[in-house]
């Protein structure tokens, strides 16, 4: 049984996590900007060093690509996750499924494998979305869900536009993406969640990502005199989002399915102490493994909201952000790393991805699954992001014996 | 039955809100401002016109003295409130209590009324808290609740000096505040609160004010990814905001006393929408014209915030930002304000101000009460604010005849 070299892949998360350090300390490695330039420069360095074709699409992802001589270039095995960060990260997050699979890659040419497919190493340009919306970008043109020129004329945050910055940093390539279909994509990932070390898992077999529903609620009530104004004559839009704030959570928190409701962001108005809330505004997460219990979540809310004017005198307006329906990943791959970490006596339980990856865009064309390993404290998007050196290097066996399987079965897959 | 000139008085009020209205249009008089002092000159004209004695104290306070030859000069009935306003005023907030003090002033002077004891109009310093904490200053400094040097050292928002503000504009008196304890204070105000429109009267005979507390409460939870972190694992600490916030109106909602809860601010931290809220901050404000039921208000509001650990996980810090005791107006004077009303034939209840007024500053001192007209939808502090010119007129009238009635029983009151 070939094992990675824990060494190489752990300074490699070093080196990467120090590109794009800012003066004040915190780790800003945007898509697109000229530190992703750095991390991507040192990337394509590593992978050019182990043997491996070069290919950057239109929409500035990174390919490289190891065909051994005879096998056909189409259809390869497809690994990898992407580098580019948010604001004040942490190590782990994407990098861990690049360098891990490139660590997986040179593994195998070490040991002499020769795979019967093709193996392509995949970095995905805004897999965050910090700069430019929508995030897990890259891997959703790669997969056709989004048109490519329509993606490079995104505008930012900070007012520039996507294609031009890629231009700028010499990452626009010329491939068009989803040039190759891979047969299978597997992504290593971090579980940025607190589920694996709470339950005293090393590896989570990713099974499916939950579906997402973003909503924002305005509340529309009447200002008034805090003091003057009798209870009975109020429309007090604070009062009535605090108690649809408490429904919704209360809904998930009774409910014994995996549902999860968070009210994240929210604003009253005028906002002083002695005046009573004419407006709340606030956003609504809601995810669900399962399509039909996120309709079911989503219902009972649009219920209670149809409730609220009679109850508190509010009016109720509601404005769908996101919507994405839960992915089901590929049963045998999800069974490959159960298996692969059995082998390697890791305890490994199924498990639903809570956060969006590029596996689930990548999913869309291809068979695909995601491997996690814990997070401490299930923290991420945050300095704090670590996850135990002895759980990253079992992730990465389990990737590497995933990789194995997948490239020495020539079968042809859709 | 003397009458006052409704022309002059509606006259007058018009003037006023024009003086500090900004190019914007909004009428900014904050006390201590060279708008306020355009305001404090065309009233100190008004009362020299009217044949008063003007005294200005060192707290910047503006009396018009009527003390006819042989009337002792203690002990005088006063009347008056406050010029100073809210950022985008409207027009009656406390200037309708001083022009319509001074409109029964002249109209008892037209009229030959010889008083037994002196007449003092009073226009106190920064009623309204906007630029120089706390409100209800000048009536405050006045009945000897604050120490006059410590008030004119106050820092405003604005880093300015109210001291040296009030000498800029030349309102820095050398009369002591306190120098006449007044027999009686009656302050005729708009109601700023829906109840009398809402009943069907003209007339509020004033004869308690609601107890006020403030409080900030600070609810400390983690932050953690909304998509990963599982319901019974988090620490919100919007969703224990959310619980405390219905808690607290659902329990004065419920009340069949007069209480009132509001939460008018609040923000929650970092704010994002797939971030679950480390922090939630926001403001309780309560009133009871009870001390008892207040104080049963805050105990009951502390002992949900001690089970909120034990349900939320969130920890709990609370800091005491105002604490008002209610204040009871004298018996009297009230029911000379119903007994006015009564012989006017204006449909007149008692009530409690919800808000608070320079009266309660003097009821320290005096014997005291307030006469209230409705305000049109309750609403106040905003350009929309307004009253019937037919209900200013019959406030105004009130006034006059309680005044009449205090003025002519010469026996000495403490």
């Known amino acids: 049984m070939a094992t990675i070299n824990p060494e190489r892949l752990l300074r490699r998360l070093r080196v990467l996590a120090e590109i794009g350090r800012a003066p004040d300390g915190r ?20 992978l050019q060093n182990a043997g491996l074709d070069i290919k950057i699409d239109r929409i500035g992802n990174i390919f490289g690509i190891w065909a051994p001589k005879g096998v056909d270039e189409r259809s390869p095995v497809m690994i990898g996750s992407h580098i580019d960060t948010v604001i004040d990260a942490g190590a782990l997050d994407g990098c861990y499924g690049v360098l891990g699979a490139l660590e997986v890659v040179e593994t195998l040419r070490e040991a002499g494998f020769v795979p019967r497919r093709p193996i392509a190493l995949a970095a995905f340009t805004n897999e965050e979305g910090v700069r430019y919306a929508p995030d897990m970008m890259g891997s959703l043109v790669y997969a056709g869900g989004l048109d490519v020129d329509e993606a490079l004329a995104k505008v930012g945050v900070d007012g520039t536009v996507l294609g031009e910055e890629l231009a700028r940093i010499g990452y626009a ?15 290593l990932h971090i579980e940025q969640g607190p589920i694996l070390e709470h339950e005293g898992y090393v590896i989570g077999a990713v099974d499916n990502l939950q579906g997402i529903s973003w909503q924002k609620v305005t509340l529309d009530g009447v200002a008034n005199h805090a003091g003057t104004t009798p209870m009975s004559m109020r429309r007090d839009a604070c009062y009535a989002a605090a108690l649809t704030i408490a429904f919704i959570n209360d809904l998930a928190r009774n409910s014994d399915s995996s549902s999860v409701a968070t009210v994240g962001s929210m604003r009253i108005e005028p906002n002083a102490i002695n005046v009573i809330p004419s407006r709340a505004v606030f956003t609504v997460d809601l995810r669900d493994p399962d399509e039909r219990r996120l309709r079911m979540m989503e219902d009972a809310l649009a219920a209670y909201l149809r ?4 109850k508190t005198g509010a009016r109720v307006s509601v404005e769908r952000l996101a919507r994405f329906e839960p992915v089901r990943f590929d049963e045998r791959i999800v069974r490959m790393v159960e298996q692969a970490a059995a082998r390697r006596r890791l305890p490994c339980r199924r498990m639903t991805s809570g956060a969006g990856h590029d596996a689930q865009m990548i999913a869309r064309m291809a068979p695909s699954a995601m491997i996690f390993t814990p997070s401490i404290a299930g923290v991420s998007h945050n300095p704090e992001e670590a996850t135990a050196e002895v759980d990253l290097v079992a992730g990465a066996n389990v990737l590497l014996d995933v990789v194995c399987d997948l490239a020495s079965d020539a079968e042809a897959r859709p």
């Open 173 to 187: 390539g010329s491939t068009e993406p989803g040039f190759l279909v891979p047969s299978a994509y597997v992504e």
């Open 307 to 310: 409730g609220l004017p009679m």
């Open 27 to 46: 780790l800003v490695r945007l898509a697109a900007s000229y530190a992703d330039k750095l991390g991507r420069d040192a990337l394509v360095a590593w």
